[in-house]
T-cell receptor, first 110, second 114 residues
């Protein structure tokens, strides 16, 4: 069982839909990261959270430390949002390492 | 400048070749990382450098040899690789290696070993 679980693994939606991707982890963390990876490689850091909620444009990330759960929301989704979204955590112990979820492959159709 | 720059973007090498991957950042970050990513899998940590010293080696085979010549540069020297080493190699940096620092990733080098 992966230490960081994401759901769903694949998600296809129509342009304009509200998107939610979930991430659960098993032990105490120092921070949770949401990352975006487009086909062809590079990873972009979207958010780093240790509590509460952050918003950047159409993207919103929330974290519930007690429930060990985080969500990434995309409002008014657009085909250019199509990418793999990866949740990663840095644990309180071994803070140098990021532990990654398996990723959620999002496809937004026009 | 919030970029991590990796070169080359693509590399094809034979199993007897020696090549190097390069990574550069000018954000003043003192922690730098090498990750390996196979298709449709999450990145796997290979090495961590903290203040130009190797602090983590995730039991990586010796055919991969990292080097950190200064605080802005990170190299990965490759020698006698196997076809199964073909992957996307990602470099990342963070302010330092303490808890919860944001990681900045490069675009990766797509390596094919033939």
């Amino acid at each position: 069982k992966n230490e960081v679980e994401q759901s769903p693994q694949n998600l296809t939606a129509q342009e304009g839909e509200f998107i939610t991707i979930n991430c659960s982890y098993s032990v105490g963390i120092s921070a949770l990261h949401w990352l975006q990876q487009h086909p062809g490689g590079g990873i972009v850091s979207l958010f780093m959270l240790s509590s509460g909620k952050k918003k950047h444009g159409r993207l919103i990330a929330t974290i519930n430390i007690q429930e060990k759960h985080s969500s990434l929301h995309i409002t008014a989704s657009h085909p250019r949002d199509s990418a793999v979204y990866i949740c990663a955590v840095s644990y309180i112990q071994g803070a140098q390492k990021l532990v990654f979820g398996q990723g959620t492959r999002l496809t937004i159709n026009p | 400048d919030t970029e991590v720059t990796q070169t080359p973007k693509h590399l094809v090498m034979g199993m007897t070749n020696k090549k190097s991957l390069k990574c550069e950042q000018h954000m003043g970050h003192r922690a730098m990382y090498w990750y390996k990513q196979k298709a449709k899998k999450p990145p796997e940590l290979m090495f961590v450098y903290s203040y130009e010293k190797l602090s983590i080696n995730e039991s990586v085979p010796s055919r991969f040899s990292p080097e950190c010549p200064n605080s802005s540069l990170l190299n990965l020297h490759l020698h006698a690789l196997q076809p199964e080493d073909s992957a996307l190699y990602l470099c990342a940096s963070s302010q330092d290696s303490r808890q919860g620092n944001e990681a900045f990733f490069g675009q990766g080098t797509r390596l094919t070993v033939v």
